[in-house]
T-cell receptor
Framework: EAQVTQNPRYLITVTGKKLTVTCSQNMNHEYMSWYRQDPGLGLRQIYYSMNVEVTDKGDVPEGYKVSRKEKRNFPLILESPSPNQTSLYFC???????????FGPGTRLTVL | LAKTTQPISMDSYEGQEVNITCSHNNIATNDYITWYQQFPSQGPRFIIQGYKTKVTNEVASLFIPADRKSSTLSLPRVSLSDTAVYYCLVGDRSSGTYKYIFGTGTRLKVLA
């Protein structure tokens, strides 16, 4: 089944404790992206990747890192999480040049 | 980057046709217009995409006037299960990047 998977689905952590949210897709998509969703603010793009080893900032990249060492994986790294990064995170992927993105199920992160 | 403006919310009754209009005054020549649907606690799902005039699929129709400064998503005969948030999206092709701005979307509530 074609899908985008994220892990973990739920995470409660404390300020400053490094964490990684994994994202994997099995559709051989070139494009991958991370979004955060907050009440009243909609979906905001954090980072995206056009292909392996090619990443760029979205609208809200501060406090996040990404890497794209393999085509199927695009982990989101929070080196020192803060409470303002408490949010619902979505990973998405698509074929290069297509606006039809496939979204993962989301990761609900709480930073205390 | 073309910003989009949509109504915050809309109510409709089952069986009615619903039209959601999106304004995108700064759309660039290479940009396509894409609409997504999102249910609570799920990732957005692609509905339809168009460049100009009219596009129709099994789920919806998309109307785009000649100046392309707005677009209208039309949902025929809505049911309770169409209650969701709908996002209008214009991809940024002007700089050769693939940034996306989802905005806050339109919350559609279908009443019995």
């Amino acid at each position: 089944e074609a899908q985008v998977t994220q892990n973990p689905r739920y995470l409660i952590t404390v300020t400053g404790k490094k964490l990684t949210v994994t994202c994997s897709q099995n559709m051989n998509h070139e494009y991958m992206s991370w979004y955060r969703q907050d009440p009243g603010l909609g979906l905001r793009q954090i980072y995206y990747s056009m292909n392996v080893e090619v990443t760029d900032k979205g609208d809200v990249p501060e406090g996040y890192k990404v890497s794209r060492k393999e085509k199927r994986n695009f982990p989101l790294i929070l080196e020192s999480p803060s409470p303002n990064q408490t949010s619902l995170y979505f990973c998405a992927s698509s074929f290069g040049g297509s606006d039809e993105q496939f979204f993962g199920p989301g990761t609900r992160l709480t930073v205390l | 980057l073309a910003k989009t403006t949509q109504p915050i919310s809309m109510d409709s009754y089952e069986g009615q046709e619903v039209n959601i209009t999106c304004s995108h005054n700064n759309i660039a020549t290479n940009d396509y217009i894409t609409w997504y649907q999102q249910f609570p606690s799920q990732g957005p799902r692609f509905i339809i995409q168009g460049y100009k005039t009219k596009v129709t699929n099994e789920v919806a129709s998309l109307f785009i006037p000649a100046d392309r400064k707005s677009s209208t998503l039309s949902l025929p005969r809505v049911s309770l299960s169409d209650t969701a948030v709908y996002y209008c999206l214009v991809g940024d092709r002007s700089s050769g990047t693939y940034k996306y701005i989802f905005g806050t979307g339109t919350r559609l509530k279908v009443l019995a």
